[in-house]
């Protein structure tokens, strides 16, 4: 049986202490409790190496929001799979719709950046969804196969294992509106049933799919008890300690 993941995505929110108080609260709340999933924190850049200190001990993971896909070089404002590694990361969010959007990247370049956190050991958290333009085209499950088959160009079967799939309707990002736990348990479906199409039953039956897109404490139990649910990457509930806790208790 899948173990759930949690993520949470602070996006670009939290300064440095902030960051520590958020990540108190959060340690604190789950101290006594005894989780049966795994829980990620995804802060910032300016916070992950005093994240990584303060999570120690602890049963949770540090993950950064984004990585770029070269070693190192004159490439001004980025940051690559070594450096995440050097301050304790070992995971990464790759393809996340904002950055699809806001920032252009392109199937091509996230998969480019998934190659390069696989070669150096970082887990991925792969974000693929549809806009709400597409859903009600009815052409999802076409925008999903793109982003799915383009993402994961020459990934072996071996290192699909070493990553998980988050699919995030864009149109449900920070908008209140989320799909209902049937729309998202079909895409989930679809999703799995493509990488068992291109890797194998095995795989497929293994890989861990995340829903995100508005999960909060008054809805991730539904979400989550879908058959091809396996946990949440989420965004503004987790950064209340309170209600990132409600999620994980869900799980």
Request: hydrophobic residues 35%.
């Amino acid at each position: 049986m899948r173990k759930k993941v949690i993520a949470g995505n602070w996006k670009m929110n939290n300064d440095l202490s902030e960051s520590q108080n958020l990540i108190t609260r959060l340690t604190s709340g789950l101290a006594n409790l005894k989780i049966n999933c795994d829980v990620i924190i995804c802060p910032p850049y300016t916070s992950l190496s005093e994240a990584n200190t303060l999570i120690k001990n602890t049963a949770i993971k540090l993950g950064a929001q984004n990585v770029y896909y070269e070693d190192n070089g004159a490439y001004t404002g980025e940051i690559s799979p070594l450096m995440l590694k050097s301050v304790g990361c070992e995971y990464v969010i790759i393809g996340h719709s904002e950055r699809r959007t806001i920032f252009k990247e392109s199937n091509e370049m996230i998969n480019k950046k998934i190659k390069k956190s696989l070669e150096h050991g970082l887990k991925v958290i792969f974000c693929i969804g549809e806009t709400l333009e597409e859903r009600e085209k009815n052409i999802t499950n076409d925008v999903i196969r793109k982003q799915v088959m383009e993402g994961l160009q020459d990934i072996s079967e071996k290192d699909i294992s070493n990553m998980i799939i988050a699919y995030e309707p864009v149109w449900a990002i920070g908008t209140g509106r989320n799909a209902t736990p049937q729309q998202a348990q079909d895409v989930h479906l679809f999703i799995r049933k493509l990488i068992e199409d291109k890797y194998s039953m095995s795989s497929a039956d293994n890989l861990t799919i995340q829903y995100g897109g508005s999960v909060k404490p008054d809805n991730a139990k539904d979400l989550l008890s879908q058959p091809d649910i396996d946990g949440a990457l989420v965004g503004g509930a987790c950064l209340k300690a309170e209600s990132f806790i409600e999620i994980i208790k869900a799980a």
